[in-house]
């Protein structure tokens, strides 16, 4: 048995309880790999004294980690670590992880919705462009031309129009594609949940960068599937070490986001996707494309979607309406060809029965108008300008050592901190206290790393705000480095 010997620093002034500041320290610990299966934590009484807190604060955090399935306690023995993950090259963890995503991503979107603080931690759009006069209208001419139909049950595929609509739209980014092809989704998220079910079952592998989108990590948890994570260089994904996950895993599925990819902002080149095309179709591994930022870009065109360069008829395209015009609507779409139409069809019909056809016939109803064109150069060019004020912001306020690379497109800036201060994690708390909240990094790995990386998303935020936000991000480092002394610091526990 390994004794924990553990660091723990807490804030009593702080707006996060003391019993959760200590689950997020063993959570934390667990997830790093820093405490393993088989370790014993200190009796409540013994580490509630040594940290000089009442013991119902322990009880409470083993209690909370013992619901996520982290921890469990033997009576008469003690308590010990049960779920941790490991940390290589290319990483494969045990999988589903108790609890441990969501609980981190709840946390931290309760403390990011405070009033008052200044938040870069969603995935949202620019809200003060989303055209709230022209949905009120489109659902009007909706309700008045459609009556009851609109609001009765839709094909699951979906509403015919929109279908022959999103092909149009599709083939305009250089995707051959018919409208039977178009499944009309819950949003991209559900696309990605609907391939995964209908592809891989539970214990196969789902290939993914490291980082990736956090809630296709939430899909592989829910759906038990084990997401393991290549690493990436400046140009995406890396096929070395792709190749390498081919050769010993035998994938179901690999799911990539090539352009303007959440969290990184990275964007892969031309030449890259064809290479990745061609190694998914030698080792014979479907590829689930997320396309949600393609039309992103500030400026020019993006390379093709890996849609449009698929000779062999191996790739997914998932994309959808949230991130370019009404998040809300949850009007997403899948372009399959061949025999998995059907299946996605039934997995979709199974899921949800359909999307609602008012709010189908309304994104209809939008389209035709011609106004998404004007609508996303608006968007683009004021995502460019925001763009503008988040690097210059970052550039005058953050720590020394900081380092980014300019977004040529999307939503997000993600920043790695210098080594010497606070993690992400750490960093939270204090930035929250300043007003302002960003995504930690650790979220999107597929193996608990990235500790030291923040995601911003500049694209909510106008540009006074993202100056102000910046600047309270500087302080709360600086307040960290300097002046933030723990309320309680002992070491070592036990
Ligand atoms: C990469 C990526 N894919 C999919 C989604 C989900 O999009 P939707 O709102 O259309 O479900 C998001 C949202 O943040 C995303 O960032």
């Not at 039977?180 to 991209?188: K, S």
């Not at 396309?291 to 994309?319: F, R």
């Not at 953050?398 to 994690?425: C, F, I, Q």
């Amino acid at each position: 048995m390994r004794i924990v010997m553990a660091e723990i620093d807490l804030y009593k002034d702080s707006v996060e309880p003391i019993y959760q500041q200590l689950a997020r320290h063993f959570r934390m610990a667990i997830e790093s790999g820093h405490l393993l299966p088989g370790d014993r934590l200190p009796p409540t009484r013994d580490l509630a004294r040594q940290l000089g807190v009442g013991r119902i604060s322990v009880v409470n955090a083993y209690s909370q980690l013992q619901a996520e399935g982290l921890i469990a306690a033997h009576p008469g023995r003690g308590t010990y670590v049960t779920g941790a993950r490991g940390s290589t090259a290319v990483n494969v963890q045990p999988w589903p992880l108790p609890g441990t995503l969501n609980i981190s991503m709840r946390e931290m979107t309760r403390l990011a919705r405070q009033p008052g603080v200044i938040a870069f931690s969603g995935g949202t759009p620019p809200e003060e462009f989303l055209p709230v006069e022209a949905l009120r209208s489109a659902i009007n001419t909706v309700l008045d031309r459609d009556g009851a139909a609109a609001v009765t049950y839709e094909e699951s595929e979906g509403y015919p129009p929109l279908r022959q609509q999103v092909s149009e739209h599709v083939t305009s980014l250089g995707i051959q594609c018919h409208a039977d092809e178009v499944l009309i989704t819950g949003g991209a998220q559900q696309a990605l949940d609907l391939v995964v079910q209908a592809l891989l079952s539970e214990g196969d592998t789902l290939v993914t960068s490291n980082p990736t989108y956090l809630g296709m990590l939430d899909i592989a948890h829910v759906r038990r599937v084990i997401p393991v994570g290549v690493p990436m260089d400046e140009h995406g994904i890396r096929l070395d070490a792709l190749e390498a996950v081919f050769q010993e895993r035998r994938p179901g599925l690999i799911y990539v986001a090539p352009t303007y990819h959440n969290p990184t902002g990275k964007i892969m080149p031309l030449h890259r996707r064809r290479q990745l095309l061609a190694l998914a179709h030698h080792y014979d591994v479907p590829v689930l494309e997320d396309a949600v930022y393609h039309e992103l870009s500030y400026s020019g065109s993006p390379p093709p979607p890996l849609k449009a360069l698929d000779e062999y008829g191996q790739v997914l395209h998932a994309s959808g309406y949230s991130k370019i015009l009404l998040p809300g609507t949850r009007i997403g779409y899948l372009i399959a060809g061949g025999a998995l139409r059907e299946r996605l069809a039934r997995v979709k019909q199974a899921a949800d029965v359909c999307t609602p056809g008012l709010n189908q016939r309304a994104m209809y109803v939008y389209l035709s108008s011609g106004a998404l064109t004007g609508h996303l150069n608006r968007v683009r060019s004021e995502l460019r300008a925001r763009c503008e004020a988040a690097c210059a912001a970052a550039r005058r306020y953050l720590p020394e050592g900081a380092r980014w690379a300019e977004p040529s497109g999307g939503l997000y800036l993600w920043v790695e901190l210098p080594e010497d201060g606070p993690t992400a994690a750490e960093l939270y708390v204090s930035a929250i206290q300043h007003g302002v909240a960003y995504a930690i990094g650790t979220l999107f790995h597929t193996d608990g790393s990235g500790g030291r990386f923040i995601r911003l998303n500049f694209g909510s935020q106008p540009p006074a705000r993202i100056e102000e936000g910046f600047r309270r991000l500087g302080e709360a480092w600086q307040d960290w480095q300097t002046s933030y002394q723990p309320a309680v610091r002992r070491t070592p526990i036990l």
